[in-house]
């Protein structure tokens, strides 16, 4: 079987990096294209899937698209989607950057669960089996996908900034839902580092109401919704990015200290197993 919504919604709001209002149609689908965007304001509103094999370089941030037809920060919807088990959907935007809301994944899920999910008899799509430990690593910087007889996510940071420091978080999806243990958390940002990525053209639609913000010493805008909401925000990049395999495989996920690139490096290496 595979899931798609009952009823389409539309959500609009402003992209962290480009500072763009866009507006979010998700509809129903059942052509068995999987999750797939579509660019309404480009001419020919071209079709971008949710995929491994477009993704393009981003720096915090995960993009897809070729030439003109890009969608960026697709990470925290897409996350939304595969934990709520919607295989299919079209995603219409309006423009370069899906809104980064609250900074986290928990408008998407609220508005996925009202708009409801439907089974329907098609295509079976293909999931991937972990049985030998997939690593990806650079210097102490790393991502694997272990074996493992049910579904577990483990994260690990480590940041020369007091409020954060260092932080690991397991999580075990058949004992907290996503909704409430992962989906809340906020993205988060340096105060010493804004006007350094904003030079770079990034974070043009960043603010102390979407994102988390932190000097070395101290939360700039508390309060925290968990005592360790930055490691697991981490967690919901790495959920988002590796649902571009289109069914995330049942593994133990483990990361350090890693990256958007490095999180689609381990799908990368997920997708050519047999």
């Given at each position: 079987?595979?899931n798609?919504l009952k009823?389409?919604?539309?959500?609009?709001g402003?992209?962290?990096?480009?500072?763009?209002?866009?507006?979010?149609?998700?509809?129903?689908?059942?052509l068995g294209?999987?999750?797939?965007?579509v660019?309404?304001?480009?001419?020919?509103q071209?079709?971008?899937?949710?995929?491994?094999g477009?993704?393009?370089?981003?720096m915090?941030?995960?993009?897809l698209?070729e030439?003109?037809?890009?969608?960026?920060t697709?990470?925290h919807?897409?996350a939304?989607?595969?934990m709520s088990?919607?295989d299919e959907?079209?995603?219409?935007i309006?423009?370069?950057?899906?809104?980064?809301l609250d900074g986290?994944?928990k408008?998407?899920?609220?508005?996925?669960?009202s708009?409801?999910i439907?089974s329907?008899n098609?295509?079976?799509?293909?999931?991937?089996?972990?049985t030998?430990?997939?690593w990806?690593q650079?210097?102490d910087?790393f991502v694997a996908?272990?074996?493992s007889p049910?579904?577990?996510?483990?994260?690990g940071v480590d940041?020369?900034?007091?409020?954060i420091?260092?932080?690991w978080?397991?999580?075990n999806p058949?004992?907290e839902?996503?909704?409430n243990?992962?989906?809340?958390?906020?993205?988060?940002g340096?105060?010493?580092?804004?006007?350094q990525l904003?030079?770079?053209?990034?974070?043009?639609?960043g603010?102390?109401e979407?994102?988390?913000v932190?000097?070395?010493?101290?939360?700039l805008?508390p309060?925290?919704?968990f005592?360790?909401e930055?490691?697991?925000h981490?967690?919901?990049?790495?959920?988002?990015?590796?649902?571009?395999l289109?069914?995330?495989p049942?593994?133990h996920?483990?990361a350090?200290?890693a990256?958007?690139?490095l999180?689609?490096?381990?799908a990368q290496?997920?997708?050519?197993?047999?």
């Amino acid at each position: 079987m595979t899931n798609t919504l009952k009823e389409s919604f539309t959500i609009q709001g402003v992209g962290l990096h480009s500072g763009v209002e866009t507006q979010v149609s998700i509809l129903p689908t059942r052509l068995g294209k999987g999750r797939y965007f579509v660019r309404t304001d480009v001419p020919g509103q071209p079709i971008i899937p949710a995929s491994l094999g477009i993704v393009q370089e981003a720096m915090l941030s995960t993009e897809l698209g070729e030439g003109e037809a890009t969608v960026r920060t697709v990470e925290h919807l897409l996350a939304a989607l595969v934990m709520s088990g919607v295989d299919e959907a079209r995603i219409e935007i309006d423009g370069p950057e899906v809104p980064l809301l609250d900074g986290s994944a928990k408008i998407w899920m609220e508005a996925i669960a009202s708009a409801g999910i439907e089974s329907f008899n098609n295509h079976l799509i293909p999931e991937k089996q972990i049985t030998e430990p997939i690593w990806h690593q650079e210097g102490d910087i790393f991502v694997a996908a272990l074996p493992s007889p049910q579904m577990l996510f483990s994260y690990g940071v480590d940041y020369p900034y007091q409020p954060i420091g260092s932080q690991w978080y397991s999580w075990n999806p058949q004992i907290e839902e996503f909704k409430n243990a992962i989906a809340p958390a906020r993205t988060f940002g340096f105060a010493d580092q804004i006007e350094q990525l904003r030079g770079m053209g990034l974070i043009k639609g960043g603010s102390l109401e979407n994102a988390l913000v932190c000097d070395r010493e101290k939360w700039l805008n508390p309060p925290l919704r968990f005592e360790n909401e930055p490691v697991r925000h981490k967690l919901l990049d790495l959920i988002g990015d590796l649902s571009l395999l289109g069914k995330i495989p049942q593994a133990h996920y483990l990361a350090y200290k890693a990256s958007h690139k490095l999180h689609t490096q381990l799908a990368q290496k997920i997708a050519l197993l047999p």
